[in-house]
Nanobody, 125 residues
C-alpha cells in the first residue's frame, strides 16, 4: 500500500507562485509514474502534469505548460509541482497520484492506483 500526502497549497494572488509537494510511503516509489490532477467546483478532475518513473520525462496539460514544472526526488520519495504565473482559473483542489504500473505519459485518472487527500489552491484576481 502506498500513502501520498500533499502539502503546499494556499491562497495566492494572480501572478504569484506556489510549490506543492507530495510525499510517498513505500519502497517502490521510484518505479511509479507520478501525476498531479486538479478538480475545481462543479468540474471533472483533470490532468495537470506527470513524470515518468525514471524522472527524465515530464508532460503537462496545455493549460499549464510553460507555467508549471514537475520534478521528482526518488531519494526522498517526493514529487514537487512548482506553479508560477498563477491564474484564477488554476483555483482547484490539487491531487497527487501514483501509477504503480509505471505507464509512460499516463494522463488518465482511472489508471492511477493511489491518491492523496488533496490540497486546496486558491488564486485571487
Amino acid at each position: 500500500q502506498v500513502q501520498l500526502v500533499e502539502s503546499g497549497g494556499g491562497l495566492v494572488q494572480a501572478g504569484g507562485s506556489l510549490r506543492l509537494s507530495c510525499a510517498a510511503s513505500g519502497r517502490t516509489f521510484s518505479s511509479y509514474t507520478m501525476g498531479w490532477f486538479r478538480q475545481a467546483p462543479g468540474k471533472e478532475r483533470e490532468f495537470v502534469a506527470g513524470v515518468n518513473w525514471n524522472g527524465g520525462d515530464t508532460y503537462y496539460a496545455d493549460s499549464v505548460k510553460g507555467r508549471f514544472t514537475l520534478s521528482r526526488d526518488n531519494a526522498k520519495n517526493t514529487v514537487y509541482l512548482q506553479m508560477n504565473s498563477l491564474k484564477p482559473e488554476d483555483t482547484a483542489v490539487y491531487y497527487c497520484a501514483a501509477d504503480a504500473s509505471g505507464t509512460y505519459y499516463n494522463r488518465r485518472s482511472s489508471q492511477y492506483h493511489y491518491w492523496g487527500q488533496g490540497t486546496q489552491v486558491t488564486v485571487s484576481s
